[in-house]
């Protein structure tokens, strides 16, 4: 196993297992479509929507593309969903997040149908997630499975400290990790004494939005550290929410920033539009 779990390469692997799933499928008459859109011009959004077409593009997934401007209202939104949500020849709807302060984002993200929400922000997935059952995972906490299994690292038995308790990463992360048979301990910024239950982790999932907050105390030896953070330092240099350098002497393995869970992201969501097709045409 390798102390750096390549990113980059796992999710080229991924993208390489789509295009060909993609190819069979257009042999059966069958396409795959994403919907993005995105209301305002936030700069991060942007590099993220970009990243997004590519990836469609290199799949051969068709991409529909809606650029709002800052000032659509709420119900031009939920109109445009509506719109997508009726459209057979869609398959993936995605807001982009964050959304202007205007517009409710859990309206937004209730009105998206749970069989075109790719993102799996929709309560009705993140139930049965919960639950155990079939649905769309949250692609971030998804590719960290990926990364895990991809790297030959076992989960199960394993106690796994997932810190940070978002709706988005740390509490679909946690359920995701009992779903593979791991002990979990989810901490957050009421967690007593941090450190202390951080350096029980097998496997430590970052996700607490603080660059660098994560070093050499909080980790034990021969730990796997999956960094979900991304900040830019002065001098634009990226960070993640683990101090790297601190930490790479005491673990097994762990995920760099950039070019760990980052492109898995990316890489989930185009799973989920083709299961998405595919779950359509069953």
Known sequence: MDKIIDGKKISSDIKEELK???RQLTEKGISVTLAVVQVGNDSASTVYVGNKKKACEYIGIG???YELKEETTQEELLSLIKEL?????VNGILVQLPLPKHIKEDVIIKAISPEKDVDGFHPENVGLLSTGQKGFVSCTP???IELLKR???TISGKECVVIGRSNIVG???AALLIREDATVTICHSKTVDLKKVAKRAD???AAIG???FINSEFIKEGAVVIDVGIHRLEGKKLCGDVDYDDVFDLVSAITPVPGGVGPMTIAMLMKNCVESAKLKNE
């Open 20 to 22: 060909e799933e993609v």
């Open 63 to 65: 991409s529909l593309s």
């Open 85 to 89: 949500n009726e459209r057979k020849d």
């Open 142 to 144: 998804a590719g960290v």
């Open 151 to 153: 790297s030959g690292i």
């Open 171 to 173: 509490k679909p992360m």
């Open 203 to 205: 496997i430590l999932v």
């Open 210 to 212: 603080k660059p660098k």
